[in-house]
C-alpha cells in the first residue's frame, strides 16, 4: 500500500456477518462488481488531460500532453465507439458486463467525450495559449496582423498551396471521398454567379430573377439556395505555416520578436483567408474548417480470406470507405454549414463536436519539438547503458556472463538491437527467430534479419499482418523480408501474435546454444525511449527450449506440448494466473501471509476481476498498478477492501506487465505480453515468462512496490471508478517513481565508472 494510506490487515477468518455481506455482494448486479470499460478508458484520457493543465508542468510539455489526449481520444472514437456503433445494431440488447446495452454505453460515452472536449479546448484557450503567447509562440490572426505579415502569409499561399489544393464543387450531398482525420474545409458559396463579359466580374442574381411557386415543381436546384464546396487539405502540406514576428509602427519588434520567437498560422487559416482565390466569379459566404472519424473496428473474417495479405489490404481499403461515426466543426460555423455535413455524413447528432478552437490537436507536437525553446520543455533524460553491458564485448559474452535486466527507458534499448544485428553478422549464429507485431519505420530491426537472410542464415519472422494501424506497414516489411528470402509467417488464423520474444541459435564449443530476448514491449526503437518496459537478455537453457517449442508451434501451426516455465495464451495463461491468485487466497485462508502487487495496462476480465474479489475476502493484501482502464472496483466492504488500485500518468508511458505473488515466501515474479483482457487471454498469441535470476527478482518487487509510494504522478482509484490524485502530506517526502528509476540507472552507471581499475604503468630506463 502507499504511504499515505497504510493497509489494514484483514483477519483469514471473516466474522459471519461479513460473510453473509460477501455472499450479497456476490449475487449483486453487474453495476456493483464491475466498471463500464468504455467510461473507465475516458477517465484514463482524463488523468492525462490533467497533466496538461498542471501549472508545475513545463508548458510545451503540457501542450504536448494536450496534444496526446487528442490523438487518444482519436483512436478511442474510431475503434471503440464504432465498434459499439456495430454492436447496437447487431444485437441491441446485450449488456456488457457492467450492465449496459450498446445504445445505453454509446449515450455515456457521448456525454462523457463531449465534457471531455470542452475541458480541452478550456485549457487550450484560457491557459495553455496565453502561456505560450507570453513566451513568444504565437499564433497569428491573419485578420489582424500587420500587412508584412500577411503579405508573407499571402507568398505562401500562392507559392506553395494554390498548386497542390483541389477545390470541389459539391452536388446533392455527394462527398469526394474523404479520409477520416484529416483537416478539410467546407466553402458555402452563395447563388450562381455570372461573369460580365466586359471585366468578368462578380453578378449575384437579383431577387427579380427568382422563379414562383407554381414554377418548383419543373425547376431545377434553386440558384438562390446555399451551394457548397470542399477543399481537402490532405497532408503534404505541413500544418504549421512559420510567419515573420510582428513590428510596431514605429519599427522596433512587439513581443514575440526576439532571438527565441515563434509567429506561425495554421494551413487551414491560410486556405480560409484567401480561399476566394479558389471561386473566381462566386461570393464565398463563410468557409470554415471540419474533420471526420471514420469506423475503424473493421476486420477481416479469416475464414473467408484464402489469402491474409490480400485480405489485409481489403481491410485497409474498407476501413478508408468506412461509416462516419464523428464529425468536428468551428464552433462558429453557420447552421447552413452544420445542417449540410452532418446530414450529408449521416452522423448521429451525439457525435457532432462544434470546437471552440483548432480542430485536431496533434499539432501541438510541432509546438513541443520547436527548436530553441528547451526552457519550456523537461530536462532531458538520455537513456542509460546497463552496468552488465560491456561495448567491447559482444552482446554473446555479456548474456553469457549471466541473465540480463533492461528497464526501459530508462536503460537503453540500443542492447537488443545490437544482438540481433551482431547475429546478422555472426559466422557462429545459424538461425534467428523473432516476432514482429510492431516496429518503426526505418527498423534497424528488420534490417538486421534481411541482412542475416541474406548471409545465408536460417531466419524466420512471425509479422502480425492484424497490428490495428500497423497494418500497411507489417505488409511493406514482409513483403522486403520475403524477397530477401527470410521466411515470413502471418500468425495463426483467427489470433493476433501480440508475444515479444526473439531466439537466435549460435554453435559454440558446448554445443547449440539459443540466446532469448523477452520483452514487454515492442520491437521499436523509437517507442522504447517513450514507453516503460521491461526487457529480459537470457541463454537459460529451459526457457529457450520452451521459446523454441512455442515458436515452432505457432509457425507449425501444431498443438504445443508443455512448457517447463513458459505459459501462453490463448491456452495456459489465463490458467496460471487464475491459480496463482488463488493460491495466495488458499494461503490467507490458512493464516500465511499472502500478497498480490501486479503492474498492467489494462484490466478487463471478469474472471479475474472475481478471483481478485475472492482473494481480497480472504484477506489478500493486493496492489494493482493499472495504468489504463481498470472495470474492478476497489475498496467497497466485504467485497474488495484490502484492494488497493493507482494510476501512474508522467512523463513516459507505463507500459510493462509485471506481476509478483509471495507464493509462501518463494516470491513468484513474471513479466508478460499480456494485459489481463479477455482479448489477450482468449483472442492473441502472449507470453508470461518467469523471472529467475534471484536479483533481478529483487529489483522488479522494489520496483513494484516504489509505484505505489509515487505522490506526484500517482492517482488512487476510487470505488465509483473515478481518480483522485495522491498528494505528498507536509510529513512526507515528494517522491515521483520514474524520476526515481532514472536516478537509479544513472547512479549504477557513476559506480561502474568510480569502480573500474586504474592501471599503473611505470617508466623503465632505457637500455
Request: hydrophobic share 35%.
Amino acid at each position: 500500500m502507499s504511504a499515505s494510506r497504510p493497509a489494514k490487515p484483514k483477519p483469514a477468518v471473516q466474522p459471519t456477518a461479513d460473510r453473509k455481506s460477501s455472499e450479497a455482494l456476490a449475487q449483486a448486479e453487474p453495476q456493483v462488481r464491475y466498471l463500464n470499460r468504455e467510461l473507465e478508458w475516458l477517465e484514463f484520457n482524463a488523468r492525462v488531460l490533467e497533466q496538461a493543465q498542471d501549472p508545475q508542468i513545463q508548458l510545451l510539455e503540457r501542450a504536448k500532453f494536450l496534444a496526446i489526449t487528442g490523438s487518444n481520444l482519436d483512436e478511442f472514437v474510431m475503434v471503440r465507439v464504432g465498434s459499439l456503433k456495430l454492436q447496437s445494431q447487431g444485437s441491441g440488447g446485450r449488456r456488457d458486463p457492467a450492465g449496459l446495452t450498446a445504445a445505453e454505453q454509446l449515450q455515456a460515452v457521448a456525454r462523457r467525450c463531449h465534457r471531455h472536449v470542452q475541458s480541452q479546448y478550456r485549457i487550450l484557450q484560457d491557459e495553455i495559449q496565453p502561456l505560450l503567447d507570453q513566451r513568444h509562440i504565437t499564433r497569428v490572426d491573419l485578420n489582424q496582423c500587420s500587412d508584412r505579415t500577411l503579405a508573407a502569409a499571402e507568398r505562401h499561399f500562392r507559392g506553395d498551396v494554390v498548386a497542390v489544393l483541389s477545390p470541389q464543387a459539391l452536388h446533392d450531398r455527394r462527398f469526394p471521398m474523404l479520409p477520416g482525420l484529416g483537416i478539410h474545409l467546407c466553402v458555402q458559396l452563395r447563388g450562381v454567379a455570372e461573369l460580365s463579359p466586359q471585366n468578368g466580374s462578380q453578378v449575384i442574381d437579383k431577387p427579380s430573377s427568382r422563379k414562383s411557386k407554381g414554377d418548383s415543381a419543373n425547376a431545377g436546384p434553386d440558384e438562390h439556395e446555399p451551394q457548397f464546396a470542399v477543399i481537402p487539405l490532405g497532408r503534404t502540406l505541413p500544418r504549421i505555416v512559420p510567419l515573420p514576428s510582428e513590428k510596431s509602427a514605429a519599427g522596433a519588434a512587439m513581443p514575440g520578436g526576439g532571438e527565441h520567437s515563434f509567429h506561425y498560422v495554421l494551413l487551414e487559416d491560410v486556405v480560409a483567408h484567401f480561399v476566394s482565390d479558389f471561386f473566381p466569379g462566386r461570393e464565398v459566404v463563410q468557409c470554415k474548417p471540419f474533420r471526420i472519424t471514420r469506423n475503424a473496428d473493421v476486420e477481416l473474417r479469416e475464414d473467408g480470406a484464402g489469402d491474409l495479405l490480400g485480405g489485409m489490404e481489403e481491410v485497409l481499403e474498407s476501413r478508408r470507405l468506412s461509416d462516419v461515426v464523428r464529425l468536428e466543426m468551428d464552433a462558429s460555423s453557420s447552421d447552413a454549414i452544420r445542417n449540410y455535413l452532418t446530414e450529408s455524413f449521416y452522423v448521429d447528432p451525439d457525435f457532432v463536436f462544434n470546437n471552440d478552437g483548432p480542430l485536431d490537436l496533434t499539432y501541438l507536437f510541432g509546438l513541443h519539438s520547436l527548436e530553441g525553446f528547451s526552457s519550456l520543455r523537461d530536462d532531458p533524460w538520455p537513456p542509460q547503458r546497463s552496468p552488465k553491458i560491456d561495448p567491447t564485448e559482444t552482446m554473446f559474452t555479456s548474456i553469457a556472463a549471466g541473465d540480463i535486466m533492461l528497464m526501459h527507458p530508462y536503460e537503453t534499448f540500443d542492447p537488443v538491437v545490437r544482438l540481433i544485428e551482431e547475429a546478422a553478422t555472426d559466422p557462429d549464429v545459424l538461425a534467428v527467430k523473432q516476432i514482429l507485431y510492431r516496429t518503426s519505420r526505418n527498423s534497424p530491426i528488420v534490417a538486421a534479419l534481411i541482412r542475416a537472410a541474406e548471409r545465408g542464415k536460417y531466419v524466420t519472422a512471425i509479422v502480425e499482418l492484424k497490428a490495428r494501424f500497423d497494418e500497411a506497414r507489417n505488409i511493406e516489411w514482409a513483403r522486403e523480408m520475403e524477397q530477401a528470402g527470410v521466411q515470413v509467417i502471418y500468425g495463426i488464423r483467427g489470433l493476433k501474435t501480440h508475444a515479444k520474444v526473439c531466439i537466435i541459435v549460435r554453435r559454440e564449443p558446448q554445443g547449440l546454444v539459443r540466446y532469448v530476448h523477452f520483452g514487454t514491449g515492442n520491437y521499436n526503437e523509437s517507442t522504447a525511449s517513450l514507453y516503460g518496459d521491461i526487457s529480459i537478455l537470457t541463454k537459460d537453457e529451459s526457457l529457450g527450449t520452451d521459446a523454441t517449442m512455442f515458436f515452432n508451434a505457432v509457425t507449425g501451426a501444431s498443438q504445443p506440448q508443455p512448457f517447463q516455465q513458459l505459459s501462453i495464451a490463448p491456452l495456459t495463461l489465463r490458467r496460471t494466473i487464475l491459480e496463482m491468485i488463488r493460491g495466495e487466497t488458499e494461503r490467507s485462508k490458512q493464516g500465511q501471509k499472502a500478497e498480490i502487487i501486479v503492474k498492467l495496462n489494462a484490466l478487463v476480465d471478469t474472471e479475474v476481476i472475481d478471483t481478485l474479489y475472492e482473494a481480497s475476502q480472504a484477506g489478500v493484501s493486493i496492489q494493482l498498478n493499472v495504468r489504463g482502464v481498470c472495470c474492478l472496483r476497489p475498496g467497497i466492504p466485504g467485497l474488495s477492501d484490502s484492494i488497493e488500485v493507482i494510476s501512474i500518468v508522467d512523463r513516459f508511458l507505463e507500459h510493462a506487465r509485471l506481476m509478483y505473488f509471495r507464493h509462501g515466501g518463494d516470491n513468484k515474479i513474471f513479466i508478460s505480453s499480456a494485459d489481463w483482457m479477455p482479448r489477450n487471454l482468449d483472442r492473441r498469441v502472449e507470453l508470461l515468462v518467469p523471472v529467475n535470476e534471484p536479483t533481478i527478482r529483487k529489483t522488479l518487487r522494489e520496483t513494484l512496490q516504489l509505484y505505489f509510494r509515487d505522490n506526484q504522478n500517482a492517482w488512487r482509484m476510487q470505488p465509483d471508478g473515478s481518480y483522485e490524485r495522491i498528494r505528498a502530506t507536509k510529513k512526507q517526502k515528494p517522491l515521483r517513481s520514474q524520476e526515481v528509476l532514472y536516478k537509479q540507472a544513472v547512479k549504477a552507471m557513476q559506480d561502474l565508472k568510480q569502480s573500474s581499475h586504474v592501471t599503473f604503468e611505470t617508466h623503465r630506463p632505457s637500455k
